[in-house]
């Protein structure tokens, strides 16, 4: 770590243990705007799970998806869905809103929609990006020998 996080050395501590340490700093001391938009920048933890929710919502990132939707196009449980949307939401990359109740819904309870925000959208695609070039590159068309084989 070097330039401004080289004073934030702590053994053992990852990179995030002194991003977070140099954020703390700036934010008491209200460095630059800069320095502050780049503390608020927000990564998650990309599972799989959340990839296919993600993806589902960069088909379309200004549509709203309500919740059975997701479920349906992310294949996903219920289990897994909600409280992912939730901590979503919490970190503000994702906005949701209850529709209004219908005359003609049939007794169907109103649906709550979910979007990603602008920081959101943003955060997706550079996850999404670091995932694809973290992948193992596909070997279209090659043949490798097996594992401990002698070919």
């Given at each position: 770590m070097d330039g401004i996080l080289g004073t934030y050395r702590i053994p053992g501590a990852t990179m995030a243990v002194a991003v977070a340490a140099f954020c703390t700093e700036a934010a008491a001391f209200h460095y630059s705007t800069y320095v502050g938009y780049m503390c608020r920048l927000r990564t998650v933890k990309l599972t799989v799970p959340l990839e296919r929710v993600l993806r589902v919502f960069l088909d379309d990132p200004s549509a709203r998806r309500y919740g059975y939707d997701l479920?349906?196009?992310?294949?996903?449980?219920?289990?897994?869905?909600y409280p992912m949307l939730a901590r979503l939401q919490?970190?503000?990359?994702?906005?949701?809103?209850?529709?209004?109740?219908?005359?003609?819904?049939?007794?169907r309870p109103p649906r709550k929609y979910y979007q990603l925000t602008g920081e959101g959208i943003r955060v997706a695609r550079v996850e999404l990006a670091q995932a694809a070039l973290a992948a193992p590159r596909s070997t279209h068309g090659?043949?490798?020998p097996a594992p401990g084989s002698t070919r």
């Open positions: 479920m349906k196009a992310a294949r996903l449980p219920s289990g897994t869905l919490d970190q503000g990359l994702v906005a949701s809103e209850w529709e209004a109740q219908r005359d003609d819904a049939g007794g090659m043949t490798q």
